[in-house]
């Protein structure tokens, strides 16, 4: 009866499905470090600083002194995506450990809140999902100023709830197993419950959840830069470059493009990483006979 | 009713213990009796023997018996007082213990065996935080593990081994009775004999009683001194483990004991044992 848990890897991933699991892997991991390394060595790389105005360069396309051409104002624009990077990818960092912090604090008091509590954080997870982002953020940068830490608490506003449900829907299932009962039966209260058996077992969710929010993060930050309402000109970021290049997208594509382009490859390093992330970990507990 | 008035201390009781589950089936809701009016006792000292086939509600009431699940009807009673609100679940729990049934989901899979064998200590404050290592390895010692075995995760021990971790965990709070839900049955037959032999030892050295719960009646037999015979949620039989074995008065225990593969075999191979 028992036997079956302590069998290995039975009717588990077979050999060319685990390759291709860590080939997508490894390229997203490959992907996002040469992403994360060009924007932490932007002032190495970069040949002019990224917001270096030279009017008698205005609009080059891609070229030996200027690889990704320049734009309107004639800035060198591979420095201004190395530049636009860095407040890219710290934004999108910061938004999402605080989404997934909220998130998860949420999620595990959905779970392990007394009766009161439980329903009504369900309701706020629930009307939270239901808004329309977009709409929010047009609403709240009417109302003040944009500028960075607004952009940050939106983009936490705007995911924490997707973090929430999936911790809350781990948690849940882990507290209907014995090894919980067993816990209360010795006398242990919720709150110990909650942080020492049941959230290590959310921890491995959280990691995959990470990866694929950063992606999210990396999308949505562009997204409000691009609409005006975050990162305000001159500092560059990838939506914001996008931004300067709307305008002269049929004369000057390279622009709007190039960063789109950043943006894409590591967003895409993100999503490969956090599929195979989730597969591992799916692998792991069919392993651990986790029933 | 006054019969059952033995209100000594350290005597666990259920008395008249009614639990109903909702069933829904093709729309309609349906009652179903897990356990129907039935009580239980166990007295300092002693093994009883819970017995039936799956589904007649003997996990159902030992559950209740620990608080894990609610009755529908009926009440708790622990040293002669019901056990009401939170605050006597805790106090029953210090002295009533559970084994669960299934050693592989009753253990924290992501948790040391050491810590997890620590932790009833720190949650009662048993003893100084410097001296719960050496609680624990005396522990594991006791139910005949290695004291390295605290340094491994559950996923890297054996059924048998994991149910031993779960019953050291039980005592760690020294509990003066035990209930132990079918804790052999997911074993390999020589890991049950070996985990039954430890529990007969155990409860001599420490002063057990035990309420042991099994659908395998040479189980029973080898170690209660007193079996109820559970059928579809009421107990139809019960009284000393020798008598109901000799001397079966219901159908459904002279069902069971004709089950028995080499029935009458295997009580002889005991007689010689004893």
Redesign the interface.
Request: hydrophobic fraction near 35%.
């Given at each position: 009866?028992?036997a079956p848990?302590?069998l290995p890897t039975q009717g588990g991933p077979g050999l060319i499905q685990r390759l291709r699991v860590n080939v997508a892997l490894g390229a997203g991991v490959v992907l996002l470090v040469i992403m994360v390394l060009a924007a932490v060595a932007a002032p190495l790389l970069a040949s002019s600083g990224p917001t270096e105005v030279d009017l008698m360069a205005v609009r080059l396309p891609p070229s030996p002194q200027h690889w990704f051409g320049t734009d309107a104002v004639g800035r060198d624009l591979l420095s201004r995506v190395l530049y636009g990077g860095r407040v890219s990818l710290l934004i999108a960092g910061v938004g999402m450990i605080g989404s997934l912090t909220l998130g998860t604090l949420m999620g595990m008091l959905a779970a392990f809140g007394n009766r009161f509590v439980r329903p009504a954080v369900d309701r706020v997870i629930e009307i939270q999902l239901a808004f329309p982002y977009v709409l929010l953020a047009i609403a709240v940068t009417s109302a003040v100023r944009p500028s960075t830490p607004v952009l940050i608490l939106l983009m936490v506003l705007a995911a924490w709830a997707a973090a929430a449900r999936v911790v809350r829907a781990i948690a849940l299932q882990e507290r209907g197993?014995?090894?919980v009962?067993?816990?209360?039966?010795?006398?242990?209260?919720r709150l110990?419950i909650a942080m020492?058996?049941v959230f290590?077992?959310v921890l491995p969710s959280l990691v995959v959840l990470a990866a694929m929010q950063m992606a999210a993060m990396i999308v949505f930050e562009a997204t409000l830069s691009f609409l005006g309402m975050g990162v305000q000109p001159p500092t560059p970021s990838w939506g914001g470059i996008m931004l300067d290049g709307k305008n002269y997208i049929t004369s000057a594509w390279w622009v709007a493009s190039l960063p789109g382009l950043a943006i894409v490859v590591t967003s895409l390093a993100l999503v490969l990483i956090g599929d195979g992330l989730q597969a591992r970990t799916e692998a792991m507990r069919a392993r651990?006979?986790?029933? | 009713m006054n019969a059952a008035v033995s209100t000594s201390a350290g005597v666990l009781e259920a008395r008249n213990i009614v639990k109903t589950f909702s069933v829904r089936r093709e729309g309609r809701t349906r009652e179903v009796r897990a356990v129907n009016d039935v009580s239980v006792a166990v007295a300092p000292g002693e093994i009883v023997g819970l017995v039936g086939e799956s589904g007649c509600g003997k996990t159902t009431l030992s559950r209740i018996m620990?608080?894990?699940e609610q009755p529908t009807q009926g009440e708790v009673r622990y040293g002669g007082k019901p056990v009401a609100d939170r605050a006597d679940w805790?106090a029953l729990?210090?002295s009533v213990?559970?084994v669960?049934q299934?050693?592989?989901?009753?253990?924290?899979?992501?948790?040391r065996i050491g810590k997890a064998l620590a932790?009833?200590l720190a949650?009662?404050g048993l003893c100084a935080p410097s001296e719960r290592d050496g609680k624990v390895a005396r522990m594991l010692e006791m139910v005949g593990l290695h004291p390295d075995v605290a340094r491994r995760m559950p996923?890297q021990l054996?059924?048998g081994q994991r149910q031993r971790v779960?019953l050291a965990?039980?005592l760690?709070?020294e509990p003066k009775i035990l209930i132990c839900d079918e804790i052999v049955?997911?074993?390999d037959v020589s890991v049950q004999a070996q985990v039954l032999q430890l529990l007969l030892d155990l409860k001599q050295r420490l002063d057990l009683s035990l309420i042991f719960i099994s659908h395998d009646l040479r189980v029973i037999r080898y170690l209660c001194d007193r079996v109820l015979v559970m059928y579809l949620g009421e107990i139809v039989e019960q009284g000393e483990t020798a008598s109901v074995f000799d001397n079966p008065r219901h159908d459904y225990t002279r069902t069971l004991l004709a089950a028995i593969p080499d029935h009458s075999r295997a009580l002889a191979a005991m007689a010689d044992n004893a």
């Open positions: 009866m028992a848990a302590t197993k014995d090894y009962k067993a816990a209360e039966v010795l006398g242990a209260s110990r020492l058996h290590p077992s651990e006979g986790d029933r | 620990i608080g894990i805790a729990r210090r213990q559970y669960f299934d050693p592989f989901t009753a253990l924290c899979p992501t948790m932790e009833p949650i009662h996923n054996s059924g779960n965990r039980a760690m709070v049955s997911g074993l």
